[in-house]
């Protein structure tokens, strides 16, 4: 049962997509001079507890024995999981921006589309890990 969540389109296609829209939808931002709206950064929070959802089914899967058969597969989930959490804690007021809640630079939007176009790639490689080789 958890391997089938674990592997379930939308904890794949669903972050992985979503991640590409964010790193276009901050880049037009950032290119723009413009600040990013509200909902960039609650689709973004959606994101990560799709993510840490899916990163808890892997973690159950490999403490009952299961394991992939690259190790590599592992490493892009945690580089994932770590990389969500880094862009929604540099949202405006959020836990790695506490000095400075206003709006971000522009340099700043761009940065964060860097990170969630990192995000997509990540989760895509993780998936490209995984998908050939399936679990033993």
Do not use: C, N
């Not at 024995?65 to 994932?80: C, D, E, F, K």
């Amino acid at each position: 049962m958890v391997k089938l969540l674990h592997t379930a389109p939308i904890f794949i296609y669903g972050p992985m997509a979503g991640y590409a829209l964010l790193a276009i939808l901050a880049g037009f931002y950032g290119r723009r001079r413009r600040s990013l709206p509200r909902w960039f950064w609650t689709l973004s929070l959606l994101l990560l507890v799709v993510l840490l959802f899916d990163g808890a089914a892997a973690g159950l899967l490999y403490l009952s024995g299961a394991r992939p058969r690259r190790a590599l597969h592992l490493l892009y989930g945690v580089l994932a999981l770590g990389g969500g959490l880094i862009q929604y804690g540099l949202r405006p007021g959020g836990f790695l921006r506490r000095t400075s809640s206003g709006a971000l630079t522009r340099d700043q939007v761009l940065t964060i589309a860097l990170i969630a176009l990192t995000e997509a790639a990540l989760i895509m490689r993780a998936w490209m890990t995984g998908a050939d080789v399936g679990l033993r």
